[in-house]
Nanobody, 118 residues
Framework: VQLVESGGGLGQTGGSLRLSCAAIGRTLSSWVMGWFRQAPGKEREFVAAIRWTGGSTYYGDSVKGRFTISTDNAKNTVYLQMNSLKPEETAIYYC????????????WGQGTQVTVSS
């Protein structure tokens, strides 16, 4: 499966951006989709995840209440709505996928840059 992110760019402090991740090559009905981010000089950080079937969602503590992960089954696409952005959230955001029975994410997108200006 190929994951293609889009929607990154420049945002303002307190503003919003929406990221998209299109899954190409197969349907992901038994999979978990995740968003991660990595800022320069920092480790990769979990942002959010969603089970394609059932829609259960999970969030990192730093984004709870501000970010929302969702899916569009018809488009085989997962979204990350980011509100109340902070400058420290400037990073490359990656989409990832794993089968629901596994722990590690097997597939990763190329990443999309998000820059939040102060």
């Amino acid at each position: 499966v190929q994951l293609v992110e889009s929607g990154g760019g420049l945002g303002q402090t307190g503003g919003s951006l929406r990221l998209s991740c299109a899954a190409i090559g197969r349907t992901l009905s038994s999979w978990v989709m995740g968003w991660f981010r990595q800022a320069p000089g920092k480790e990769r950080e979990f942002v959010a995840a969603i089970r394609w079937t059932g829609g259960s969602t999970y969030y990192g503590d730093s984004v709870k209440g501000r970010f929302t992960i969702s899916t569009d089954n018809a488009k085989n696409t997962v979204y990350l709505q980011m509100n109340s952005l902070k400058p420290e959230e400037t990073a490359i955001y990656y989409c990832a996928a794993r089968h629901s029975t596994l722990v590690d994410y097997d597939y990763w997108g190329q990443g999309t840059q998000v820059t939040v200006s102060s």
